[in-house]
């Protein structure tokens, strides 16, 4: 229940995502708190959606967000504030990702039929590590 609490509040106040009501995107990735300034590059399924972008999720920076959304359109990047349009990465059910994150190389097979948005934080109650959370509903985030 508190990590719950913890993780809706965290996507709640920190990230930035234009959300069109009706629409059903593809999918959503949204990198989340505990950023702290690392530079970070993600690979959908061996294509280059971004590199070396840096983002930090504490109150006193609040500009640094970032997430991506792949629809019938094409995929738009909203970071820190701004929006960017790329073609769309073509998939079946399953996402290849790899995030560099501090030129560090993770990657992870994500089942979108698990839950269409994509959730990456780097938190944890001991050392940093990245960590990746699959959610099955629509979010909303201010």
Same mark, same amino acid.
């Given at each position: 229940?508190?990590?719950?609490?913890?993780?809706?509040?965290?996507?709640?106040? =920190?990230?930035?995502?234009? +959300?069109?009501?009706?629409? &059903?995107? &593809? +999918?959503?990735?949204?990198?989340?708190?505990?950023?702290?300034?690392?530079?970070?590059?993600?690979?959908?399924? !061996?294509?280059?959606?971004?590199?070396? +972008?840096?983002?930090?999720?504490?109150?006193?920076?609040?500009?640094?967000?970032?997430?991506?959304?792949?629809?019938?359109?094409?995929?738009?990047?909203? +970071?820190?504030?701004?929006?960017?349009?790329?073609?769309?990465? !073509?998939?079946?059910?399953?996402?290849?990702?790899?995030?560099?994150? &501090?030129?560090?190389?993770? =990657?992870?097979?994500? !089942? /979108?039929?698990?839950?269409?948005?994509?959730?990456?934080?780097?938190?944890?109650? =001991? =050392?940093?590590?990245?960590?990746?959370?699959?959610?099955?509903?629509?979010?909303? /985030?201010?």
């Amino acid at each position: 229940m508190k990590t719950t609490l913890i993780f809706f509040g965290l996507l709640c106040s =920190t990230l930035v995502y234009a +959300y069109t009501p009706g629409e &059903d995107p &593809d +999918y959503l990735i949204v990198f989340g708190n505990c950023f702290e300034k690392e530079p970070i590059s993600l690979k959908i399924n !061996d294509v280059i959606i971004f590199e070396g +972008y840096q983002i930090a999720s504490g109150k006193e920076e609040q500009r640094g967000n970032l997430s991506i959304k792949q629809s019938e359109n094409g995929i738009e990047i909203f +970071y820190n504030g701004k929006h960017q349009s790329i073609s769309k990465v !073509d998939f079946d059910h399953v996402l290849n990702i790899e995030v560099t994150l &501090d030129k560090k190389v993770n =990657t992870y097979n994500i !089942d /979108l039929r698990k839950g269409k948005v994509v959730v990456f934080q780097n938190c944890s109650q =001991t =050392t940093k590590k990245l960590s990746v959370e699959q959610i099955q509903e629509q979010v909303f /985030l201010m």
